[in-house]
């Protein structure tokens, strides 16, 4: 266009752009602080509204609580300790006129699933008082101050509907030693327990009760008199404990031809909660197969599944079929022959969770301390499949990765905590390494590498003596998948009382044939 004719065009060109962005910028300069206030002030009140609330979960007396001293069992030395404030609860003057006053706190501690909440809650439904039940880890938030005052809210609480008793699970969670981290906000909410435990009374009512798995790692000023003043270690029950815990758990289950005694001295080692989950498994067993009453077998079933896992569809074929059979015939024998260790239960090449095969080990008693050379024996037969694998096939495979993983265990308890290595022998030497000098660091994993090969040497002159029977064994899990303990005792019953002797384990042992 020329340039003629475009001047008077623009001439004639209303400059509304100019006006319309004056008009833009003054109500900017005027509402735009006002908007970013509202907006400001918008998402503070979302994030408020967002941040999880911590609200003390209360159960009733009596009317929602139904958790009575004759649920909890297997916990007798526990149960004997908290009777105590139950007592003090329902009568607080027999022990005031003595100048007697309830505890402030009590830690109960020990392994997962040995009934500690259970023991809390069967402590406020028999005393009548109001229960407040929270986790510690809901204490911990990313912004500072919060738990210190959701502490003071669930303290406020319990003190305005005393008697009270507060619950805090899994205390570890905020307790731990201070300094240890960064974490302020978690020593502020520990420090603010520690202010409301000293805060209480005795005319409050309240007791607290924590319950931890990690009492080596809370904080030292947590545990003293005046706060928790009591601790009580809840441990796995015992053979008498575990058939009450198993009588509890099948009261309401229609029974047939069952051994509670059988099955309590099966299963040595395992809390309540497993023998729970023993008990609900048996009754799905019986279920599945459309029967009325569960029997023996189901007990059988339910046990194998909780320790080796649920049953894999995995198909070897012929020759790792044949690896896995002579490797846990190899743990069967040495089980057998070496004082000291778990009799074999069962044997099976039926693949199982993550393992390809299994032997299991059960105690016939509860045992509590165990010898250097029943150490060495445990390891031995940890090892006899790996041994088994080396000795018929020429070469090891990966199928003894958790075997290596436990003697590994072992191992280091022996040399780290019982100083039952063979140079140290009265020294128990610190885990942390900062605290050693290499040339101690270097001590220990000689004699843990020297512990290992000591048991190695025994699985392989053992299983080389007694070949025989570990042919035996092996052909018949080819042959049937499984090993009972009957089939064992038939096949083993000639050598049953040949056991090499305990504390020569540098015995030299000649190979031998054993007629089998």
Known sequence: MPTSVLI????????????????????LQTWAPIIFMGLLVFFIWRTMRMMPR????EIEPASKSSIAWSDVAGADEAKGELQEVVEFMRDPARFKKLGARVPKGIMLHGPPGT???LLAKAVANESGARFYSQSAASFVEMFAGLGAARIRRLFAEARKNAPAIVFIDEIDAVAGVRGSDNNSEREQTLNQLLVELDGMNTSENVVVIAASNLLEKLDPALLRPGRFDRQVLVSAPDVTGRKAILAVHTRSKPLGLVDLEIIARQTAGLTGAELANICNEAAIGAARDSRDLIVQSDFDNALERV????????????HERKVVAYHEAGHALAAEVLPGVNRVHKVSIVPRGRALGYTLNLPEED???????????QMAVLLAGRAAEQIIFGAVTTGASDDLSRVADISRSMVHEFAMGTTIKSLRISSHGGEVSDRTREMRDEEQQHLADQAMRLAHQLLIQYRGKLEQLARHLLDTETLDRDAIDEIMGDVGAMPLPAGNHNLRVVATSDGA
Request: charged share 30%.
């Open 8 to 27: 008077p065009l623009l001439a004639v060109m209303p400059e509304t752009h100019w006006y319309d962005w004056d008009r833009i910028s003054l109500w």
């Open 54 to 57: 911590t609200k003390p979960q």
């Open 115 to 117: 009934g500690k909440t």
């Open 307 to 318: 320790v080796a896992g649920v049953q894999s569809r995995r198909a070897l074929n012929d």
């Open 367 to 377: 045992r509590y301390l165990k010898t250097r050379d029943e150490l060495i024996n």
